[in-house]
Nanobody, 125 residues
């Protein structure tokens, strides 16, 4: 249901924009999140956005560099990543929280029912 794209190889200081398209379901009512998992590390929430775009979460290590946004008309959520550094190297996953009603977006991965396949981001020094 979720198709992520936009990953690739980039030099430190560069930018990438990840996209995640929902092929079915009521995307406009879902909170959406971007997670990442580096080799040997746990999956963590990088950024998330409520259904209305009125509330967002950004993890401290990417604050000021990553921006999440969504276009409900296109069933798409984006993650603009600027000033990338090697520590950002990971597989990035988009995910949908389809039942969040209050205190959205949520941070617990177990709150997200749908997951994309992941897109690899590699940042070279």
């Amino acid at each position: 249901q979720l198709q992520a794209s936009g990953g690739g190889l980039v030099q430190a200081g560069g930018s990438l924009r990840l996209s995640c398209v929902a092929s079915e379901g009521t995307f406009s009512s879902w909170a959406m999140g971007w997670f990442r998992q580096a080799p040997g590390k746990e999956r963590i929430l990088v950024s998330a956005i409520a259904w209305s775009s009125g509330s967002t979460y950004v993890e401290d290590s990417v604050l000021g560099r990553f921006t999440i946004s969504r276009d409900n008309a296109k069933n798409t959520v984006y993650l603009q990543m600027d000033n990338l550094n090697p520590d950002d190297t990971a597989v990035y996953y988009c995910a949908a929280d389809i039942v969040c009603v209050t205190n959205c977006p949520r941070r617990d991965p177990s709150s997200y029912a749908y997951w994309g396949q992941g897109t690899l981001v590699t940042v070279s020094s």
